[in-house]
């Protein structure tokens, strides 16, 4: 199984960034699929989650409203497009994919992607 994340980079505050994750390896029906992200200094954190089959979608409190994932079946691939973007979103941000059904927790996944860094100026 793969996940390469990509799409980060530095944007200003008030700006959009498109983030992607490409999966390989299996069919990931019924799976979650989760964007975390982690602050210099910080412990990694849920963002926003996504179940492939059906697509609900689930966010933290610190993005709601702001920050949308999504999935293209055909392409495999997932995405979180992010918007209005502050300082405090700075950080890697990390796909994940897991089957437990509480995925709010780095612990609920078992495969990761790379990170891809995105860094909010002021």
């Known amino acids: 199984v793969q996940l390469q994340a990509s799409g980060g980079g530095l944007v200003q505050a008030g700006g959009s960034l498109r983030l992607s994750c490409a999966a390989s390896?299996?069919?990931?029906?019924?799976?979650?699929m989760g964007w975390f992200r982690q602050a210099p200094g910080k412990e990694r954190e849920f963002v926003a989650m996504?179940?492939?089959?059906?697509?609900?979608?689930y966010y933290a409190d610190s993005v709601k409203g702001r920050f949308t994932v999504s999935r293209d079946n055909a392409k495999n691939t997932v995405y979180l497009q992010m918007n209005s973007l502050t300082p405090e979103d700075t950080a890697v941000y990390y796909c994940a994919a897991g089957r437990r059904s509480y995925a709010y927790t780095v612990s609920a996944y078992d495969y990761w992607g790379q990170g891809t860094l995105v860094t909010v100026s002021s």
């Open positions: 390896g299996r069919t990931f029906s019924n799976y979650r």
């Open positions: 996504i179940i492939w089959t059906g697509g609900s979608t």
